[in-house]
């Protein structure tokens, strides 16, 4: 039985025009009225036939991209290598930027049946088994990039693999007190690249049998302020560690911020390794594990058209490598 706009508004115990809000994404509806209606039209599984017709008869030529913290460097890397992909194609760019999970729930919900998109990108912002069936029944094509999800394409690379090289190197110079700086581990919007990099230091030390120390564990921001914050108070440990393995590169740069501020450097007197290999870490000479952001978008981006153009839409997970960038901030143990 297909429902009708009628059903839902029924079913909702609303007017028509309250579900014509709701699928516009209108500001005009109560948070309680939102999701009542989002609920009635999952429990339905209802399509608003504006987009079933354009997904039949007519094209967009538009690609969403759904994206956290556009400003943050990382995702302006992915970015690139996505408009570099899409630019060569007859589709353009349409970007959501999310900034609280309010705004990611929203569209999420709605963005899917509102036939503006041919396709969509997910860049790091993992999706719940009933966000996927919205996709799946809106027929839309989408590509995850630096996040997962098993019934559909996925860019990703190994954070828990990365981290572990970043930590074994340090290992490998005799570091035994190591450092691990970071952003929320569970944080709102659902990230898990800060809890996968601190599987990888935690598994790269009990692979080498060493101890994991809490009180050598920063999680707070993934801010360059943040690394600056943690490494003053690991430097002020009655026994501090020898190295810290940050998160990200921004949070390293803090670190070696905190360093210089205690008239210390980094390699000399306290080993630093970051991870993204950012165009400054070349400059500061920052030891780092680089992860090809710019190809992960290429790639996401390729795999979409791939799905727009000629129907290919297997499941495949696509897993680009990681690497360490050995330079001058890490060293054998210091004096620290």
């Known amino acids: 039985m297909a429902y009708t706009i ?22 005009n509806v109560l948070p309680e009225t939102r999701a009542r209606v989002l ?10 036939n504006h987009a079933a017709r354009q997904l039949v008869t007519a094209k967009t030529n538009a690609i969403a991209i759904i994206l956290p913290f556009l400003t943050r460097p ?44 041919d396709g969509l990108l997910i860049v790091s912002l993992p999706l719940a088994p009933p966000e996927i069936k919205r996709l799946q029944a809106a027929n839309l094509p989408a590509v995850m990039i ?20 970043a930590v074994e190197h340090l290992i490998s110079q005799g570091h035994q007190r190591i450092g691990f700086v970071s952003g929320q581990l569970e944080p709102d919007l ?5 809890r996968d990099r601190q599987r990888g230091y935690e598994a790269a030390l009990t692979a080498h049998h060493l101890p994991i120390q809490a009180e050598y564990v920063r999680a707070g921001f993934d801010r360059r302020d943040w690394g600056h914050q943690a490494a003053l ?21 803090g670190i070696i911020d905190a360093l210089r501020e205690r008239g210390l450097k980094a390699g000399d007197d306290l080993a630093v390794v970051g991870y993204d290999d950012l165009e400054m870490a070349q400059l500061i000479g920052l030891t780092t594990i680089h992860q090809p952001m710019e190809q992960m978008g290429r790639k996401g981006a390729e795999v979409l058209l791939a799905a727009l153009n ?19 901030s890490s060293t054998k143990p210091s004096k620290v």
């Open 146 to 165: 630096d996040t997962q999800a098993s019934n559909l394409p996925s860019v990703v690379v190994d954070n828990v693999g990365g981290a572990f090289k």
């Open 190 to 194: 659902g990230f898990t690249v800060n």
């Open 39 to 48: 609920a009635v039209i999952d429990e339905l599984g209802y399509r608003p």
């Open 74 to 117: 990382f995702f302006i890397e992915v970015l690139r290598g996505i408009e570099a992909v899409v630019a060569n194609s007859e589709y353009q760019l349409i970007i959501f930027n999310v900034d609280s999970p309010e705004q990611r729930t929203r569209y999420f919900n709605t963005l899917p049946f509102l036939g503006r998109t």
């Open 6 to 27: 009628k059903d839902v508004a029924k079913r909702a115990g609303v007017g028509i025009a309250t579900v014509s809000r709701v699928l516009n994404e209108s500001p």
């Open 233 to 253: 108070e690991l430097l002020d440990l009655a026994e501090p560690p020898s190295a810290i393995f940050a998160a990200n590169d921004d949070l390293a740069f």
């Open 310 to 328: 000629e129907g290919t839409r297997r499941p495949t997970l696509h897993t680009l490598p990681v690497n360490l960038i050995e330079r001058t």
